[in-house]
Each structure stands twice: as C-alpha cells, then as structure tokens.
C-alpha cells in the first residue's frame, strides 16, 4: 500500500486502528470457505459512522477497494479481501444501544453477536427468531448482509423479516438511515430491502433497527430417526399438511450423524438413513397438541425412534446434534467445502438422492444436512487431502447446481454468491437479472470500491490473484509491501 494512503487511513481511525502486519493481514485473509484466501493491503477499524465516510471518499479518490467484515463465519467468500482492498472490520461495533419495549423493537450496532443479542432480549421474555447455526460467533451485520436464514425459518422467516430500519454508509460517503419503527411504511421504493442481502457490496450496515416478538411460552423438541430419506422427506411434507409450522425442522443424514456421534458421544441411532430434530414453540397447549400429532405422522412415516426431550439438558443435548453438524463433519475431512442448495420441499428426497449420487459418481464423500422445513440442504463436501483437485471438485458443484435448478431450485438459499458461486449466477438467474443487479451496483458504487470482485463482477478481478497456499500468500505478500 503506498504511504500517501496508509497516512491517510491513519489519520482517520488513528494508528492503532489501522492493522499491518503480517500475522493480522494473514488472520483476515480468508473466511470460512477454505479454500480461497488472499491478503488486505491493511486492516481497518472505523471508530464512528464519520469514519466510514471519510474512507469511502478517500477509497474513490485513490482506487482501491474496501472489504466489509463481521465475524468472518460467512461461506462464499464474502469477506475475502480481493485486489488492492482493505478489509473493514466492523465486529468491534457491539452496543445494544436500545430495547423498546412499547415497540417491540432493538437498535444495534451492526458487530453484536447474534446469540448475545437472542440471550439479552430473552431475559426480558423477548424474542429475536433468526437463528443461524452460527449464531455463536456472527453479527448481526454479517446477518443482513448476508440475508440469513437458520434454524427456524420455516416458521419466523430470515433476518429481512426482522429488519425494520438501518443506518448505512454508501459507496459515496453519504450516512443516511432507511426505515424506522413504523409497523407499516410504503414511502417511496423498498430501499431496505434492496440492501439486505447485498454481501457488503452496495453500503455498510452500522445500526440495524430489529423487530422482536414476544418470548414463545414454551417449547418441546424431539428427535426422529428413519429408515430411509424418502420417509423423512415424507414426513415434513405431511407435518405441513397437517397446518403445523414448528419453528425448528431440520435434518441430517447417515454421514452427518455418524459423524456428529463420533465428536459428540450423545448415543444417536448410526444407522438412521434420514434424522429430524423438531421443535414446536407457543403456548403450552398448542405445543403438546402439535407435538402429539407429529408424533403419528412420524409412526405413519414408518419412524425407527421418536424421542423427546423431557429435561432442559435434554433440549440442549438433542439440538447440540444439529448444531453440531458443521463442525463434526469438518473434523472428519481434510477440508470441507459447504454447500448451500434449496429447492421447493416437495423435491428434498429427489435431491439429496440426486446429491448423493453425484458424490458417488465423483468419488467426493458428502454429509448432508440442513433446513428441511425450508427445502434449504448444505452438502458438505469431505475434501480427504488438503490439495483439491478442482476441475473434480467443479464438476461436481456444478452438476450439483444443475440438478437443484432442473428441481426448480436455486444455487443458494442462504450463504450467498460472494466469490464462490459467482461464475454459475448467470446460468441460474438469466441475464436479464444480471444486468438489473449490475445497474443497481454501477448506480451506487461507480468505481467499484466496495467488495469488488463479488456475486457478478468479472472474475478476471480476482484472477490470479488469490493465492492457494501459504508459499504463494508469502510470495505475494512480499510483492504487495517491497
Ligand atoms: C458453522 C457455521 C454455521 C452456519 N450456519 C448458517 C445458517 O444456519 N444460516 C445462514 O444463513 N448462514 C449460516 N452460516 C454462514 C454465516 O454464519 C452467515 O452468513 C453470517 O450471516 C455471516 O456473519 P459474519 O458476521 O460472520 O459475516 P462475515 O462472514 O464477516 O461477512 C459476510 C458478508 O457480509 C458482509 N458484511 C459483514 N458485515 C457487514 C456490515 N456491517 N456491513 C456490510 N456488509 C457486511 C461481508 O462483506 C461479507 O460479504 C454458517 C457458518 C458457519 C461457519
């Protein structure tokens, strides 16, 4: 980075905020998808919104590019710094800075964790739904910029569904604040919604105004093992039919479980082909009702074991499978790459057979798990070296996308296209589209500052740059500091 910058930044956020050396570029070289890294120029932490704003005049005036960043959990890609850009590290930003109760409503900074927002708001009989696996360690940031789904979609929706305001900077400096605590509001376009769900490529969150519900009465969870994933699939379908929304329907396959069970050692059935966790959530009646009459539908279903959690241990202990799914499969793999596909829920059986043939024909191992309640699956691919064999590894993804959208699926119901699905987006949007999300971008962001390289822009932005391992990281650092 030349120093006229560098001076620059530091003069902004002053020096302690501006990080530059090796081992900090190296931490925020990459997020959760393995296998694509490369290093900032630096990385930056803005202390107020005025910040922002002054490095995106200074980012337009001296060309380079700004890398929004949250917790890094993200899976395609999006907080990787690309050419010529700083990261933006925006999880330092962690004040709750209201509760409105009259309003059922929350103004955050955009860096506060998710699971610490969900346990504050519930001690006071509040509920905010959106529940990411990682709900952990993101940010509710992260979350909007991503759109995020999780474990109770089925039921409360995303995280658009509970963002009724924000305050953003845009690409060009200007810091202005879209939406409020009105329950109904049509002034103009649906300027939030258009940024939700952008992958940190048209503005920066800094507040998010958030809408909460009040705190479900109670809850009952089970956990139901079959034989086979068509009974499984059945069964959602039929749980659906029989007009009960539980707020969590998940499932996980042989692989996964077998797999969960090694790392967790919680006495799950290994030789289930398809297992539900289920959760129904309100008044105690109504749950007892709901979870009675899932019980049938899974003996109908031809269920192996239904259980149900009669202690809080329980609870923890039966949703820790699910939550765990990730990590355990991660642990028995070289590398993972995870995928993130979903199709309407009338088609999950075909496509996990669909997917595990696919695997099979190209001898990468699987586990499949995911939100069966929203027709959204993550296969994991199990990479057993460290070195990927990508064309293989293409393939596969890509015959994995052809046959979600042959279903009438789409190539990502939660993770996003960052840098990961960006080539196939044409193919599974049309052009048409394409052009409008390019317009949009081109309208906000002329000089392509903010994430550049992301969801559609030419690939030729990242090629050849982002180096594979961490011979070419230290090559390419060298190239980037001399
Ligand atoms: C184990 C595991 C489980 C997961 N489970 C789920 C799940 O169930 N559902 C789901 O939807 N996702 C899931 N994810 C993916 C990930 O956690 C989400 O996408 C999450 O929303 C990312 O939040 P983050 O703070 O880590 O964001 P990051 O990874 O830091 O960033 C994600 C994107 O948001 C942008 N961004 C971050 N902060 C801001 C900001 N303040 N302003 C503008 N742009 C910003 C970044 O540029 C990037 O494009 C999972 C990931 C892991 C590792």
Same mark, same amino acid.
């Given at each position: 980075? %030349?120093?006229?910058? !560098?001076?620059? @930044?530091?003069?902004? +956020?002053? &020096?302690?905020?501006? /990080?530059?050396?090796?081992?900090? $570029?190296?931490?925020?070289?990459?997020?959760?998808?393995?296998?694509?890294?490369?290093?900032?120029?630096?990385?930056?932490?803005?202390?107020?919104?005025?910040?922002?704003?002054?490095?995106?005049?200074?980012?337009?005036?001296?060309?380079?590019?700004?890398?929004?960043?949250?917790?890094?959990?993200?899976?395609?890609?999006?907080?990787?710094?690309?050419?010529?850009?700083?990261?933006?590290?925006?999880?330092?930003?962690?004040?709750?800075?209201?509760?409105?109760?009259?309003?059922?409503?929350?103004?955050?900074?955009?860096?506060?964790?998710?699971?610490?927002?969900?346990?504050?708001?519930?001690?006071?009989?509040?509920?905010?739904?959106?529940?990411?696996?990682?709900?952990?360690?993101?940010?509710?940031?992260?979350?909007?910029?991503? %759109?995020?789904?999780? !474990?109770?979609? @089925?039921?409360?929706? +995303?995280? &658009?569904?509970?963002? /009724?305001?924000?305050?953003?900077? $845009?690409?060009?400096?200007?810091?202005?604040?879209?939406?409020?605590?009105?329950?109904?509001?049509?002034?103009?376009?649906?300027?939030?919604?258009?940024?939700?769900?952008?992958?940190?490529?048209?503005?920066?969150?800094?507040?998010?105004?958030?809408?909460?519900?009040?705190?479900?009465?109670?809850?009952?969870?089970?956990?139901?093992?079959?034989?086979?994933?068509?009974?499984?699939?059945?069964?959602?379908?039929?749980?659906?039919?029989?007009?009960?929304?539980?707020?969590?329907?998940?499932?996980?396959?042989?692989?996964?479980?077998?797999?969960?069970?090694?790392?967790?050692?919680?006495?799950?059935?290994?030789?289930?082909?398809?297992?539900?966790?289920?959760?129904?959530?309100?008044?105690?009646?109504?749950?007892?009702?709901?979870?009675?009459?899932?019980?049938?539908?899974?003996?109908?279903?031809?269920?192996? &074991?239904?259980?149900?959690?009669?202690?809080?241990?329980?609870?923890?202990?039966?949703?820790?499978?699910?939550?765990?799914?990730?990590?355990?499969?991660?642990?028995?793999?070289?590398?993972?790459?995870?995928?993130?596909?979903?199709?309407?829920?009338?088609?999950?059986?075909?496509?996990?057979?669909?997917?595990?043939?696919?695997?099979?024909?190209?001898?990468?191992?699987?586990?499949?798990?995911?939100?069966?309640?929203?027709?959204?699956?993550?296969?994991?691919?199990?990479?057993?070296?460290?070195?990927?064999?990508?064309?293989?590894?293409?393939?596969?993804?890509?015959?994995?996308?052809?046959?979600?959208?042959?279903?009438?699926?789409?190539?990502?119901?939660?993770?996003?296209?960052?840098?990961?699905?960006?080539?196939?987006?044409?193919?599974?949007?049309?052009?048409?589209?394409?052009?409008?999300?390019?317009?949009?971008?081109?309208?906000?962001?002329?000089?392509?500052?903010?994430?550049?390289?992301?969801?559609?822009?030419?690939?030729?932005?990242?090629?050849?740059?982002?180096?594979?391992?961490?011979?070419?990281?230290?090559?390419?650092?060298?190239?980037?500091?001399?």
């Amino acid at each position: 980075m %030349n120093s006229k910058i !560098l001076n620059s @930044l530091i003069e902004i +956020v002053g &020096k302690k905020n501006v /990080l530059t050396s090796k081992e900090e $570029l190296f931490a925020y070289s990459y997020d959760a998808l393995h296998f694509e890294t490369s290093l900032p120029l630096a990385v930056v932490i803005p202390n107020s919104v005025e910040d922002i704003s002054k490095i995106f005049y200074l980012a337009n005036e001296e060309k380079f590019g700004i890398v929004p960043r949250g917790s890094g959990t993200g899976l395609s890609g999006g907080a990787i710094p690309t050419k010529n850009s700083i990261v933006l590290l925006m999880n330092k930003w962690k004040n709750i800075l209201e509760i409105d109760e009259n309003n059922l409503t929350a103004t955050v900074e955009s860096g506060v964790i998710t699971g610490e927002f969900q346990s504050i708001v519930e001690s006071k009989d509040l509920f905010y739904p959106p529940d990411p696996g990682s709900s952990m360690i993101c940010t509710l940031g992260g979350n909007c910029a991503e %759109n995020a789904g999780g !474990l109770r979609g @089925l039921k409360y929706g +995303v995280t &658009k569904n509970y963002i /009724l305001g924000m305050e953003v900077v $845009l690409p060009n400096g200007d810091i202005t604040f879209l939406g409020g605590k009105n329950v109904k509001d049509v002034a103009g376009y649906n300027l939030k919604d258009v940024l939700i769900g952008s992958e940190g490529t048209l503005c920066i969150f800094t507040k998010l105004l958030l809408k909460l519900l009040p705190k479900p009465q109670t809850q009952k969870t089970m956990l139901v093992t079959f034989e086979n994933i068509f009974d499984a699939s059945k069964t959602v379908s039929d749980i659906i039919k029989a007009k009960i929304l539980p707020s969590t329907l998940e499932f996980m396959d042989n692989v996964t479980v077998k797999s969960v069970q090694n790392f967790t050692k919680i006495n799950l059935d290994t030789t289930a082909n398809g297992t539900l966790l289920i959760e129904c959530d309100g008044n105690k009646f109504q749950v007892d009702e709901e979870i009675e009459t899932i019980k049938n539908i899974c003996k109908i279903n031809s269920a192996i &074991k239904v259980k149900i959690a009669e202690t809080y241990d329980e609870v923890v202990m039966l949703k820790s499978t699910r939550k765990s799914a990730y990590a355990s499969l991660a642990r028995s793999a070289q590398q993972v790459i995870s995928e993130d596909v979903v199709v309407p829920r009338s088609e999950l059986s075909k496509i996990v057979e669909k997917i595990q043939t696919i695997s099979k024909n190209n001898d990468i191992p699987v586990g499949i798990f995911g939100h069966f309640g929203d027709g959204n699956i993550h296969p994991l691919c199990l990479l057993q070296s460290k070195k990927i064999d990508e064309n293989k590894l293409e393939k596969m993804l890509n015959e994995i996308y052809e046959a979600t959208i042959s279903l009438g699926g789409s190539i990502t119901g939660e993770h996003g296209i960052g840098l990961a699905k960006k080539d196939f987006l044409p193919k599974a949007v049309g052009d048409i589209s394409i052009s409008f999300m390019k317009s949009l971008k081109n309208v906000l962001d002329k000089n392509d500052i903010l994430n550049p390289g992301k969801i559609f822009s030419p690939k030729t932005r990242c090629e050849g740059y982002l180096p594979k391992n961490i011979e070419q990281i230290k090559n390419f650092e060298t190239q980037l500091w001399i």
